[in-house]
């Protein structure tokens, strides 16, 4: 069974730093696909980047970024430049091989604290 | 573009009421849809999902049911709530995307008292 982890519970990060997000993830499939999502206080789950385990470059979605180490199992995010707005919690999830039906499994996700 | 409606927003029902949630999606035909539950400060575990109308698979047994009676509606309900569902339910769909991102609705907090 695959699993995702994340071991920050919570980050604290002051505006206009970069901060990364670890997330490991535990699979004997070839192929997969890695996801990172925010969710704010009001709830809603935002979908921020998406990593297919055969790209060959690391995802890039503005600000964002993933740091794809496939030998070593790891997605960490990269939030460059962090704004008071990023404050949120974020998650880490996998898409196994051969789901064509997009299930997702999540980490438990790590709590972002944005400083003036 | 593809929009997921959830309601109610907020419900709080005693142990033992029925329980029904509606999810309802515009801007996209035939989608995957999903339920998924949230524990206050915990990650997602997904209850169920839905490849086409009528057709629904449980991941985790329980007391709650699904039902997809119409493309772009998906309803979660209970006969009789326990205090452990207590949660935010999180409705979500995928489909036209070659990542299979799912996209989410706005969530329902549930407490059972």
């Known amino acids: 069974a695959q699993k995702i982890t994340q071991t920050q519970p919570g980050m604290f990060v002051q505006e206009k730093e970069a901060v990364t997000l670890d997330c490991t993830y535990d699979?004997?499939?070839?192929?997969?696909?890695l996801f990172w999502y925010k969710q704010p206080s009001s709830g809603e789950m935002i979908f921020l980047i998406y990593?297919?385990?055969?790209?060959?470059q690391n995802a890039t979605e503005g600000r964002y970024s993933l740091n794809f180490q496939k030998a070593r199992k790891s997605a960490n995010l990269v939030i460059s430049a962090s704004q008071l707005g990023d404050s949120a919690m974020y998650f880490c999830a996998m898409r196994p091989s051969g789901d064509s039906w997009g299930k997702l499994q999540f980490g438990a996700g790590t709590q972002v604290v944005v400083t003036p | 573009s593809q929009t997921i409606h959830q309601w109610p927003a907020t419900l709080v029902q005693p142990v033992g009421s029925p329980l029904s949630l509606e999810c309802t999606v515009e801007?996209?035909?035939?989608?995957?849809l999903y339920w998924y539950r949230q524990a206050a400060g915990r990650g997602l575990q997904l209850l169920f999902y839905?490849?086409?109308?009528?057709?629904i698979s449980s991941e985790v047994p329980q007391n709650l049911s699904a039902s997809r009676p119409q493309d772009r509606q998906f309803i979660l309900s209970s006969k009789k709530l326990l205090l452990s569902d207590s949660g935010f339910y999180l409705c979500a769909l995928s489909g036209g995307g070659s990542a299979y991102e799912q996209y989410f609705g706005p969530g329902t907090r549930l407490t059972v008292t």
């Open positions: 801007g996209t035909s035939n989608p995957n």
């Open positions: 699979t004997s499939d070839q192929s997969y696909g």
């Open positions: 839905s490849v086409g109308i009528g057709q």
């Open positions: 990593q297919g385990s055969y790209d060959e």
